[in-house]
T-cell receptor, first 114, second 110 residues
């Protein structure tokens, strides 16, 4: 079974702090994704990566950056946290293919910015 | 642009069938997916259908695809309390990216 592990289930940080959310997958997947989930808005893609050291902006990248130094690890960084970044953050991975492959998700990190 | 729409809520009685509907916009999507999210958890892949199929059945789950109308549905037979969750449909318009709907909260009442 694919295992996608997010380092924290719950996190509370203060406005202006630099926040790191970590995600690790154990299936040697090429693709990794970061989403945020808000009520009534579904999942919105923040950033994704198709390979080590590669990153591409998703639909809502403002205020975020990412790092992919190793294939299995994809980090989401909030450079200066703000209250509107309070949300559920979900990491996913998938194998590379010409056709879309299902994404496998971690359990999420519920982040509160005070 | 891509847009996937779902109704926000559905309530059914235990033992009845549930039908969750989804409309999508991108006719080039290769696969269409259904995910389930239980409270406090991530998304779990339930099933998916290839775009050249009309129907796929997997135990209590039946997926119907009307490609002409860009309409996807998920039918859950004999709905149980353990089926209470949020259900997301997703399309795959471009490469390896998915576009998700807003999710349908299914509530199963005794």
């Amino acid at each position: 079974d694919v295992k996608v592990t997010q380092s924290s289930r719950y996190l509370v940080k203060r406005t202006g702090e630099k926040v790191f959310l970590e995600c690790v997958q154990d299936m040697d997947h090429e693709n990794m994704f970061w989403y945020r989930q808000d009520p009534g808005l579904g999942l919105r893609l923040i950033y994704f990566s198709y390979d080590v050291k590669m990153k591409e902006k998703g639909d809502i990248p403002e205020g975020y950056s990412v790092s992919r130094e190793k294939k299995e690890r994809f980090s989401l960084i909030l450079e200066s946290a703000s209250t509107n970044q309070t949300s559920m953050y979900l990491c996913a991975s998938s194998t590379a293919s010409r056709d879309s492959q299902p994404q496998h998700f971690g359990d999420g990190t519920r982040l509160s910015i005070l | 642009g891509e847009d996937v729409e779902q109704s926000l809520f559905l309530s059914v009685r235990e033992g009845d069938s549930s039908v969750i509907n989804c409309t999508y916009t991108d006719s080039s999507s290769t696969y269409l997916y259904w995910y389930k999210q239980e409270p406090g958890a991530g998304l779990q892949l339930l099933t998916y259908i290839f775009s050249n199929m009309d129907m796929k059945q997997d135990q209590r789950l039946t997926v119907l695809l009307n490609k002409k109308d860009k309409h996807l549905s998920l039918r859950i037979a004999d709905t149980q309390t353990g089926d209470s969750a949020i259900y997301f449909c997703a399309e795959s318009p471009l490469g390896n990216k998915l576009t998700f709907g807003t999710g349908t909260q299914l509530k199963v009442e005794l």
